[in-house]
Nanobody, 116 residues
Framework: QVQLVESGGGSVEAGDSLSVSCVID?????????MGWYRQAPGKQRELVAS???????NYSDFVKGRFTISRENARNTLNLQLNSLKFEDTGLYYC?????????WGQGAQVTVSS
């Protein structure tokens, strides 16, 4: 059974940086799949913020473009997200999953809290 385990995040002030990571266990085809980072802000639905294809090309939502960087380490079944120039509205739980359709049960998420 595929398991998604997010880590990292924290509480910072606006303008600061953070990183979050996700290890995907029992996922033999990780290197072949398009993966994504999603976030769920308080009181809002979960939304896709960044995707990375098997060839390493990336795609970002407009509200994080130029500030966030998604990357992957296929040898370690790990997905990363670097969050720079954080804004208050970036606050939320960050999750990894396949993109654009999440196929697996959600992990516990990584909390990112940005104070203005």
């Amino acid at each position: 059974q595929v398991q998604l385990v997010e880590s990292g995040g924290g509480s910072v002030e606006a303008g600061d940086s953070l990183s979050v990571s996700c290890v995907i266990d029992n996922f033999a085809s990780f290197s072949l799949r398009t993966m994504g980072w999603y976030r769920q802000a308080p009181g809002k639905q979960r939304e896709l913020v960044a995707s990375i294809y098997k060839n390493g090309s990336t795609n970002y939502s407009d509200f994080v473009k130029g500030r966030f960087t998604i990357s992957r380490e296929n040898a370690r079944n790990t997905l990363n997200l670097q969050l720079n120039s954080l804004k208050f509205e970036d606050t939320g739980l960050y999750y990894c999953n396949t993109s654009t359709v999440p196929l697996y049960s959600w992990g516990q998420g990584a909390q990112v809290t940005v104070s203005s």
